[in-house]
């Protein structure tokens, strides 16, 4: 049957994986915007400037960072960077919360969209006026190399791709247990709900809602250091994708985690499929959904009538 | 408009129709700001006066640029024609995007506009007719009704200045009739103006649209000023630009757009020589403005104006 189309179960496996992988990247980013919003009522724009500044980060850790500081030798590899990337970005986050969202909580919602997306702008704008749009190359870990090869079928699954799916996963996994199974994701939804009624309880709001804004950011830079070996490392990285992620999240609704997680994967698999069947539209088929869906469902697929 | 202000209109306009005969600011420059001109003064209607921001108004701009572009390079349409034929573009395409935007509120509507916007930017990389990354260059300007030869950059001048104060016109009656009152109530209060009885859907549809239509004129006159229509002018960072223009000039004042779209215009011109400064001058301008400065400077020169006034009759 697959002959007939003129598809290879080879190259159907191939680009359901592509799409795996970028279904990841968009669960695990409006995974991060769904927490932002749900905290502080705002849509993070530059979120895609803060992925891309995650990637950076690991990049110039590995290739830079020795040079800066007068020892050619010292380089952060993969897996520290993996952690300390997403800490030093969300520390970013963290003041950028303090110093200016904090400003603008009493005004209309779209304040915050611009002042973001300013941000996004200054932010790109300044690592393209130093390391232009050519785009760097990060190596794939020594232990991720290779492939695993399933030879009755003659395909090759590369190791890094899996454990991309793998680690994305387990962190949108354990973002959901963490929201909908302890204290502390307790006290967030109740701050989404009511932040008013829980700060008379007692709860530190103002602290949480910068706890917020930190961790999704943090999950950005996270994705940007994953995403860092698969695509080149470039300043615009950030921005293309991030515009995919906004129909996502429109799609989804952000009124549910795991809303997030299904739609993002469930939109990378039907951009793979695409372009398995009709590539021309791949781009665009994210979109496309997005309107039948607001034509359907205007609240979203998993979002609440508001 | 009492008789003082309507004084000030002749004399500002009057001084527009000056600019050609001086040689110190190059007239292909006012040409452009005009075009942002108004191309800000129609998302303006949107923003400021009905309070639904887009973040996808490239879409209009740019798909407008790409038709005229089209039929007066490769189909020889006369000028006249070609500008009609991209406004109504712009206007059709409005229609489809606001029908679907305005299903959803606040900042939905401008994740949905933005969306939508990009398709548009992906169907005119693949297109056959838009030309890829060249875009559509060499577009004809024509001669205006058989007569005037637009290629003189004065003739063109005057045909720009002429569509400018007629899209501006077109705001300033919409704004100031009994339609612009139910806009701005719905800004203020869309529960209340819906509980009024005001088909609230259809208005906001009616704005979307006519903004659409103006932005989609400038797209049309932008590319024969320039004679080239490119991906530029479908891409997000104008739909963030003409943000900016809106909100630094003072979204919610008619002038407001105008003066953003002469300082956005000039700073990038001043700085396109020195690499990626202008995007860095673009996104601080932003940060600045939400921060500090969110009526815009129309809208603070208003404000100073009426406490002087106050205190000079206390």
Not at chain 1, 157 to 182: G, H, N, Q
Not at chain 1, 195 to 211: E, H, S, W
Not at chain 2, 4 to 22: D, E, N, T
Request: charged content about 10%.
């Amino acid at each position: 049957m697959f002959e007939l189309l003129g598809i290879t179960p080879q190259g159907l496996v191939a680009q359901l994986l592509v799409g795996l992988i970028n279904g990841s990247f968009y669960a695990m980013l409006s995974l991060g915007l769904a927490i932002i919003f749900g905290l502080l009522n705002i849509i993070n724009f530059s979120h895609g400037a803060q992925y891309m500044l995650g990637a950076f980060a690991a990049w110039i850790g590995a290739t830079q960072l020795g040079a800066w500081i007068g020892n050619p030798e010292f380089s952060i590899g993969y897996w520290p960077a993996l952690v300390l990337s997403p800490l030093l970005i969300g520390a970013s986050g963290i003041v950028i919360e303090r110093t200016m969202l904090r400003r603008l909580y009493h005004l209309d919602p779209l304040y915050g969209l611009l002042l973001t997306f300013g941000l996004a702008l200054v932010i790109e704008g300044m690592f393209r006026h130093w390391y232009g749009i050519s785009g760097e190359n990060y190596e794939v870990p020594e232990s991720l190399t290779g492939a695993f090869r399933l030879e009755g079928i003659g395909l090759a699954l590369p190791k890094y791709r899996l454990w991309v799916v793998a680690a994305s996963l387990a962190v949108c996994f354990a973002s959901w247990v963490f929201i909908e199974r302890t204290k502390l994701g307790a006290y967030l939804r109740a701050g989404t709900e009511n932040p008013a009624l829980l700060q008379a309880f007692g709860v530190n709001v103002p602290l949480l809602i910068t706890a917020a804004y930190g961790y999704g950011v943090a999950l950005a830079a996270f994705a940007g250091v994953l995403a860092a070996p698969i695509f080149q490392v470039s300043p615009l990285m950030g921005s293309n994708l991030i515009i995919v992620v906004f129909a996502v999240v429109v799609i989804g609704g952000m009124g549910s985690i795991m809303g997030s997680i299904v739609t993002g994967i469930g939109l990378g698999l039907i951009e793979g499929l695409t372009k398995v069947f009709y590539a021309q539209a791949s781009d665009v088929v994210v979109f496309v959904i997005m309107a039948i869906v607001l034509l359907l469902r205007p609240a979203g697929l998993f979002g609440r009538e508001t | 408009m009492n008789g003082r202000s309507r004084a000030w209109v002749v004399a500002a306009v009057a001084a527009g129709g000056l600019l050609p005969f001086q040689d110190v600011i190059y007239i292909v420059l006012v040409m452009k700001v005009l075009c942002f001109a108004l191309f800000a003064c129609a998302f303006n209607l949107l923003l400021g006066f009905t309070g639904l921001l887009s973040f996808g108004h490239a879409a209009f701009f740019g798909s407008a640029a790409y038709v005229t572009g089209y039929l007066c390079r490769s189909l020889g349409w006369p000028t006249e024609a070609g500008i009609l034929a991209g406004t109504l573009t712009a206007a059709a395409l409005g229609f489809v995007v606001g029908s679907l935007a305005i299903r959803r509120l606040g900042i939905y509507f401008a994740m949905i506009t933005l969306a939508l916007a990009q398709m548009v930017y992906f169907l005119a990389v693949q297109l056959p007719f838009t030309g890829g990354e060249d875009g559509i260059q060499g577009i004809p300007r024509g001669t205006l009704f058989g007569l005037i030869d637009l290629k003189n950059d004065t003739a063109m001048y005057y045909f720009v200045y002429a569509v400018f104060l007629c899209g501006f016109a077109i705001v300033y009656r919409a704004v100031h009739s009994p339609f612009g009152q139910v806009l701005k109530a719905i800004r203020e209060n869309e529960p209340r103006a819906l509980s009024l009885g005001y088909d609230v859907a259809r208005f906001k549809l009616l704005a979307f649209v006519l903004s659409a239509t103006l932005a989609g004129l400038a797209g049309s006159t932008k590319s024969l000023v320039y004679q080239l229509a490119t991906l530029t002018d479908v891409h997000w960072h104008i739909s963030g630009e003409v943000v900016l223009m809106t909100l630094l000039g003072g979204m919610g004042t008619m002038l407001g757009p105008v003066v953003g779209a002469l300082t956005v215009v000039g700073l990038q011109n001043y700085l396109s020589g020195i690499g990626s400064w202008s995007t860095i001058a673009t996104g601080a301008i932003f940060v600045v403005c939400v921060l500090a400065f969110r009526r815009g400077i129309v809208g603070e020169l208003g404000a100073a104006a009426r406490r002087l006034i106050r205190t000079n009759n206390g």
